[in-house]
């Protein structure tokens, strides 16, 4: 075997994808490519992108960092420079004001790139604004006790930021990515509409937003502030198709190292299995790849993969630990209410849809004879829930639940199901 450079895993869950192996989305980057070019001619298009956690919001926000920053889609608004792009990650801003501090850290990020002259005006306009710094790590907002004014004060320093930046960027796109915990805060929907309606009023009408969100996190948005929506442009990101979640494994495979092949098996397992989630498909993917020994993914090695070795984390060991101790794992400790649910998932892809009643899930229960109190019990939980107006009906809560109880769920289950 020749082997040659250093083993390179080309499957990354905790990136966001690399343009060389992003997937899909064509629709959607269509459209936001037109929210671009409709905003750089002077009528803001504000893009909300929805979608479960794993499901690619990072990286299609990325792609449209780009986009935006590419000759051809900016040169479609006649306009013969592009905007200046931010890419603001709130994953760590709990406030408006740290929100604000953030944004403003971006656009002095950009002022940096620009030379001196812009940097020194973009100082100045920071020491007008009330408990702002700037230091080596970009701008903070102070805490204060009393309140802090930065929130008043920005839609006026954003306006004098695209103001000064006319000459070297056509218009300003902000892409708020990781707004989990903000959205938390009701202040923040009204916020972001009385941010929005100031600039339009004082007609900096060249200005984007592009806003990330879960599903949760929109909604706990829209209640704050029921017109919230209405603000932008919804987009879903949702499961891929299966042809291009093949796409996906076949150009992750091209870059990776050693170079390896995938045969029809592995890859339909991975259809099925990993139901259309990126984040599932680079989880597979990672621990398949690492387990393969002969550069040829099998069935066999899809398998390993999923359940792990002793020099393998298995792929739902990872994905349990990430994203379902809290609402699953934990509350769920008996072998029987596994059974029930993995019998669920079983239901919803055997009858392709997701609302279940209770005697499909019988029939796919090896040892359990009535699980209607196992399934009440879970509603109380919050494991699952019930339909609406259809009795003994009910339903996982998303895809990627679906997808890891299909998978077998946890180890213990696994052996419960004889996967
Ligand atoms: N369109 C895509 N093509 C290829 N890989 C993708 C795509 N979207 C997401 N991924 C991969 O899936 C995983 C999760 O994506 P991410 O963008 O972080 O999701 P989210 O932000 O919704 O949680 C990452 O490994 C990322 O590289
Ligand atoms: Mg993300």
């Given at each position: 075997m020749v082997t040659q450079g250093p083993r390179l895993n080309p499957f990354q869950p905790d990136a966001p994808a690399r343009a060389s192996i992003f997937s899909g989305r064509t629709p959607e980057l269509k459209s936001i490519e037109t929210a671009i070019v409709d905003t750089l001619r002077g009528h803001p298009s504000h893009v909300l992108i929805v979608g479960e956690r794993g499901m690619g919001k990072t990286s299609l926000a990325r792609y449209v960092e780009n986009l935006a920053q590419s000759p051809a889609v900016w040169g479609a608004a006649g306009v013969d420079v592009g905007p200046a792009v931010l890419f603001v990650s709130l994953g760590f801003s709990a406030t408006i004001p740290d929100a604000c501090a953030a944004i403003l850290s971006e656009a002095y990020r950009w002022a940096q790139q620009r030379g001196p002259s812009m940097v020194t005006w973009f100082q100045n306009e920071l020491s007008k604004l009330e408990g702002v710094s700037v230091g080596f790590f970009g701008v903070t907002a102070a805490v204060k006790a009393g309140g802090n004014t930065l929130p008043w004060a920005f839609p006026g320093a954003l306006e004098s930021f695209v103001q000064r930046s006319e000459k070297a960027a056509s218009g300003l796109v902000i892409i708020l990515d990781e707004t989990e915990s903000i959205a938390?805060?009701?202040?923040f929907a009204p916020f972001i509409k009385s941010l929005l309606e100031t600039l339009g009023q004082r007609r900096v009408n060249t200005v984007q937003l592009v806003v990330t969100a879960t599903p949760e996190g929109r909604d706990r948005m829209n209640s704050a502030h029921p017109s919230f929506s209405r603000l932008f442009r919804p987009l879903n990101v949702g499961r891929l198709a299966d042809s291009e979640v093949r796409v996906l494994v076949h150009k992750a495979l091209q870059e990776g190292w050693p170079k390896k092949t995938a045969d029809e098996a592995f890859l339909s397992s991975m259809c099925v299995f990993a139901s259309g989630i990126p984040g599932f498909v680079h989880e597979i993917g990672k621990a398949t790849f690492d387990v393969d020994t002969d550069n040829h993914l099998t069935e066999a090695d899809f398998t390993q993969g999923v359940i792990g070795t002793d020099q393998v984390v298995g792929a739902m060991d990872v994905l349990e630990q990430k994203h379902f101790m809290e609402r699953y794992s934990k509350k769920v400790l008996s072998n029987s209410y596994r059974e029930v649910l993995h019998a669920m998932a079983l239901a919803e892809r055997d009858l392709k849809r997701a609302e279940i009643p209770t005697e499909e899930i019988r029939k796919r229960c090896p040892t359990v004879t009535q699980p209607g109190p196992y399934l009440a019990n879970m509603v109380k939980r919050g494991v699952i829930s019930r339909v609406d107006g259809k009795r003994g009906t009910y339903q996982l809560p998303d895809r990627m639940f679906y997808a890891f109880l299909l998978l077998g769920g946890t180890r213990r289950s696994r052996k419960a199901a004889h996967l």
């Open positions: 938390a805060d009701p202040q």
